[in-house]
């Protein structure tokens, strides 16, 4: 095992990697931007490194500076979270060529599925249904009228190497072609440094439904239920549960099926999600894969018992999965809010001071809280404005949902503006009770 983890990140997910470091008795090494210099969970790391300015791009995004920081440490592994250069593969490979183990998919691996593209044909490959749509990226306007002349419309207009909900956009009909292609090529050039594109058919409507696997260097592969992830917006992701109140057992066996086909297709190892879309006729569509750890895996901890952050410790270390799928048990129904330093309307950010800080009584069977904000701290508006993440079990999905609006009632930030009471409309809604929701959900709660 290893003996010090350098986390590449920060906020919440640095401290939920510095917990799994903790119980298998590694040291951490955390990394802070100016910034960040007082934030208060810096004092649960062994070590920290300061890397730049607040600036991400000189400090959380910065290749050279974050390597200085694992040769100063002396950290035999690096753990990227989610965000920022999770999924940055020169990054990976940067850390790869220094010595040090990457904990994550191999770099060539990565550089392989950051296009989306990619990952489609390989889909195709191995017969797990995908969106129509082009497979090849594009990078010209003539390209999207023919893919266009081919679908048809609407259409969504992706960015191949994107991510995060960034450079997605509708085309409804052929007075928006130019606007939105340019519109999607400045978020490439921006955000990604690509603006390789591609087409895919609009499926009205969707739920979006995502499988959460391990694998080991080994070629085992497990899978650990699904995730129903349909609350979203501006294609991010507000509340998801575990299992999907429309997937039943001969669906979640298909999507496992489909699932290992993918994660050997792409010779894969370690944590990561695949993604699909299953339309109102109930078809499953493959969208892409999610190389790295999500946001939302405590849904899944919570309903299986198993620790992922660990599990991708030690299958970076070399070892083996100790669990079979039959071993895998999912029990009740879990459900995850974000907390947003956001308007609950308008999503604009709100940065600023917490001036109060009230967080639910804390019952670890039921609910857990993963957060880095404190009474008097201030959020940043140089990052996410993710705050907070507020995850319940229960036996049932009705006690489940009563359970996570309790606990978002009780959960008092002042200060700043957050997203808590649109979670809560979302948990209120006839539709979200019932489970007959799709990804419009938000659109029409807020109309």
């Known amino acids: 095992m290893f003996k010090k983890v350098l986390i590449a990140n920060r906020g919440e997910i640095a401290r939920r990697i510095m917990r799994a470091c903790r119980q298998l008795q590694i040291k951490t090494a955390a990394i802070y931007s100016d910034a960040d210099k007082d934030a208060f969970y810096l004092q649960e790391a062994d070590e920290i490194y300061n890397i730049g300015p607040a600036n991400p791009l000189k400090s959380y995004l910065n290749n050279e500076a974050i390597i200085s920081a694992i040769k100063k440490a002396g950290a035999d592994a690096v753990h990227p979270g989610y965000g920022f250069l999770s999924e940055n593969y020169s990054f990976a490979e940067a850390v790869v060529s220094s010595g040090v183990t990457w904990i994550g998919p191999p770099p060539d691996v990565m550089k392989a599925i950051e296009s989306k593209c990619y990952c489609r044909e390989i889909a195709s490959r191995v017969n797990v249904p995908i969106i129509p749509g082009t497979k090849a990226p594009f990078g010209n306007l003539d390209d999207l009228y023919k893919a266009i002349d081919e679908f048809g419309l609407p259409a969504f207009l992706k960015l191949d190497k994107g991510g995060g909900g960034k450079g997605i956009e509708v085309i409804q009909d052929m007075a928006q072609v130019r606007e939105v292609w340019e519109r999607v090529l400045r978020v490439g050039m921006v955000a990604f440094d690509s603006t390789d594109c591609y087409l895919e058919t609009q499926v009205v409507n969707p739920r979006h439904i995502e499988i959460q696997f391990i694998s080991d260097k080994s070629g085992n592969c497990i899978c650990l239920g699904e995730r129903e992830c349909s609350p979203q917006r501006k294609h991010q992701k507000i509340i998801e549960e575990s299992p999907s109140p429309v997937v039943g057992k001969k669906e979640r066996l298909a999507l496992y099926d489909y699932t290992r086909k993918l994660v050997v297709g792409m010779g894969y190892e370690g944590a990561g999600t695949i993604e699909f879309l299953r339309?109102?006729?109930?078809?499953?569509?493959?969208?892409?894969?999610?190389?790295?750890?999500?946001?939302e895996h405590p849904v899944t901890e919570f309903?299986?018992?198993?620790?992922?952050?660990?599990?991708?410790?030690?299958?970076?270390?070399?070892?083996?999965?100790?669990?079979?799928?039959?071993?895998?048990?999912l029990d009740g129904h879990a459900i995850e809010a974000r907390v947003y330093a956001e308007d609950p309307v308008t999503f604009s950010p709100s940065p600023g001071k917490i001036t109060k800080l009230q967080f639910p009584d804390m019952d670890s069977r039921h609910l857990r809280i993963d957060h880095a904000i404190e009474e008097g701290s201030s959020v940043l508006p140089y990052y996410d404005s993710l705050i907070a993440k507020v995850i319940v079990w229960d036996t049932t999905r009705p006690k489940a949902i009563d359970r996570l609006a309790e606990a978002l009632t009780a959960f008092k930030v002042e200060g700043i503006k957050t997203t808590i009471p649109l979670n809560l409309q979302i948990l209120a809604s006839e539709e979200y009770r019932d489970g007959d929701f799709d990804t419009s959900l938000v659109e029409i709660l807020l109309k």
């Open 303 to 329: 309903l299986s018992g198993v620790d992922i952050v660990k599990s991708q410790l030690e299958i970076a270390a070399g070892e083996n999965l100790p669990l079979k799928q039959e071993d895998i048990k």
């Open 279 to 295: 339309s109102n006729q109930g078809e499953f569509h493959f969208m892409e894969v999610n190389a790295r750890l999500q946001v």
